[in-house]
């Protein structure tokens, strides 16, 4: 995406923050919710890794069955079951991210349960690397292996602590700098070696030094070269953007942003992001910052009249595409914003499509290559219980939206939905 217009909006003095801005006027970004480092995968890759296919993770009703995964081809045909179709297993209960580096794929679940009201079939593993190409099993990181040594200055009478559930979100810098999140903090992962580590500056202590507590919000964790980008906040520390270096245990750099909350990041060219910050549930003072990651400075801070929450789910409140930032803050209304006008506006009724849908499952999720926006909504929304759900996809690529497929069935409880071309 050509983002001269951010120039222009700084030329012409609107809202222009003390900061450098880019030295880059041509920056050209992929527009997803996170992005690989630049060469990641150095080449396209085939398979499920095609960048013309779409990946969904199925959390599921974790009590009744095992997280999935379900591929859209190029050509628009529906796999469903790819993991177990190859492996002949589960990857795990209770799915909850994915991520596409070099020519594997990294599927991370809490897997500290066995479905108790369904097969009590055990999953693979909290983290398994598959081949992205065939999706064959290629490495497990069991949850009890996943400790790391507490930190100093903690009351914990153990040195080796495990993770906590639910684990939120990872995203892989390279086979040595898998980051992920749980409630204690960001935690950095040598998958050659299995060591983990807890990030110095990505938790605080609680309780007076007796529980380990996270400051870092991880909706929309972005990818840039040899740096990772997640923002944070809470209780413990103001709302920041934070910035983790590849094979660095520490928090490298930080930025004070406005905003109570994180609904997520969306990467806007080479070296900027956009990062959606909100009130509490129902408010509409949001915020979107504009953020050159070399310089790590604020291009532009535009405050917007508008609940663009993420809600509890882990994927981002917010997605790009075109010129326009996408938003659901949980409801069944996709709304959009302009980024050359800031015009907000209704986009999608969901109902209209899905009448008998009640809840989304995760954020809607933009491929701004295509210009395609996909909502996953579900009839009922239960641990316990299987539901009817539709993934509908529609071209924004007009004035008025245009469903061009409707899956029924074709998932369980998505928690998240991959264009493989944000990886590239």
Avoid at 14 to 27: F, I
Avoid at 208 to 230: K, P, S
Avoid at 298 to 324: H, R, W
Avoid at 357 to 385: G, I, M, Q
Wanted: hydrophobic share 35%.
């Amino acid at each position: 995406m050509n983002n001269r217009w951010i120039a222009a909006l700084v030329l012409t003095g609107a809202m222009v923050a003390a900061g450098g801005c880019s030295s880059d006027p041509e920056l050209v970004g992929n527009g997803g919710n996170t992005g690989g480092g630049g060469t990641n995968p150095p080449t396209a890759l085939g398979g499920y890794a095609s960048p013309d296919g779409v990946l969904i993770l199925n959390q599921g009703a974790p009590r009744l069955e095992n997280g999935s995964v379900t591929w859209i081809s190029p050509e628009g045909q529906v796999e469903q079951n790819v993991y177990r179709t190859v492996n002949g297993s589960a990857c795990g209960n209770t799915s909850q991210d994915l991520y596409l580096y070099g020519n594997k794929i990294y599927i991370m679940s809490n897997n500290t349960e066995v479905p108790d009201l369904g097969n009590s079939e055990p999953g693979d593993g909290t983290i398994v690397i598959v081949d992205a190409e065939t999706f064959r099993r290629d490495k497990v990181f069991h949850f009890k292996d996943l400790k790391f040594h507490k930190p100093e200055g903690s009351l914990e009478v153990v040195d080796s602590l495990p993770l906590v559930t639910p684990l939120e979100n990872l995203a892989v810098i390279d086979e040595h700098n898998l980051f992920l999140a749980d409630g204690q903090g960001m935690f950095r992962l040598d998958t050659e070696t299995g060591e983990l580590t807890l990030v110095e500056g990505g938790y605080h202590f609680g309780n007076q030094g007796n529980t380990i507590e996270t400051v870092v919000g991880t909706r929309g964790m972005t990818v840039i070269g040899d740096h990772l980008y997640c923002s944070g906040g809470g209780f413990w520390t103001n709302t920041q953007l934070f910035e983790f270096t590849k094979d660095s245990n520490k928090l490298t750099r930080s930025l004070d942003l406005s905003g109570e909350f994180i609904s997520g990041i969306c990467r806007t060219g080479d070296h900027e992001i956009v990062v959606a910050t909100c009130g509490r549930s129902g408010s509409l003072k949001s915020y979107l910052t504009f953020v050159d990651t070399e310089t790590m400075s604020v291009i532009l801070e535009k405050p917007i009249s508008a609940d663009i929450s993420a809600e509890f789910m882990n994927s981002s409140g917010v997605t790009l595409a075109g010129d326009y930032l996408y938003f659901a803050a949980g409801t069944l209304t996709v709304s959009r914003i302009s980024l050359k006008t800031w015009k907000i506006e209704e986009y999608i009724q969901v109902k209209n499509d899905a009448p008998q849908a009640e809840y989304l499952t995760c954020n809607v999720v933009a491929d701004p290559n295509k210009n395609l926006l996909y909502v996953s909504v579900s009839n009922d929304l239960n641990e316990a219980r299987i539901s009817d759900g539709n993934i509908l996809v529609y071209d924004c690529s007009g004035d008025e939206p245009k469903l061009v497929m409707n899956l029924e069935n074709k998932g369980s409880y998505p928690v998240n939905i991959y264009p493989m071309s944000k990886f590239y």
